[in-house]
């Protein structure tokens, strides 16, 4: 760890609640899965001083945010945007590999321009 998130949420204490739809940029929908949104941060993060527990818990708090605030549909702008907040205080690296996945950069310029920000 190291960020003081607080202690994990399990799953299976979300289990209760109403599944959270996902809204992908093209419209179509697919449930929320936090083992997709941990994969995506672990290769971000690969070779990067970052322990799995302070992924986890970055994704746990992704989560609990987007279910508090939208309930139970969710665009995955929303989900993209807030876990590259969280990544770039964690580790620019893995803040610029996540967001030109994440972003598609269209061309070198564009990603030059996000790399000159940092």
Do not use: M
């Amino acid at each position: 760890g190291g960020l003081g998130w607080p202690g994990r949420v399990t799953t299976y204490e979300w289990g209760e609640e109403k599944t959270l739809t996902v809204i992908k940029r093209a419209g179509e929908r697919e449930l929320f899965s936090r083992s997709k949104r941990l994969q995506g941060l672990l290769r971000a993060c690969e070779k990067r001083p970052i322990e799995t527990e302070t992924l986890e818990f970055l994704v746990d708090e992704v989560e609990t945010e987007l279910r508090n605030e939208f309930k139970t549909e969710v665009p995955s702008a929303e989900i993209g945007e807030r876990t590259l907040a969280r990544l770039k205080q964690l580790d620019k690296v893995a803040y610029v590999r996540f967001a030109s996945v994440y972003r598609h950069f269209e061309d070198v310029d564009e990603f030059q321009r996000v790399l000159a920000k940092l």
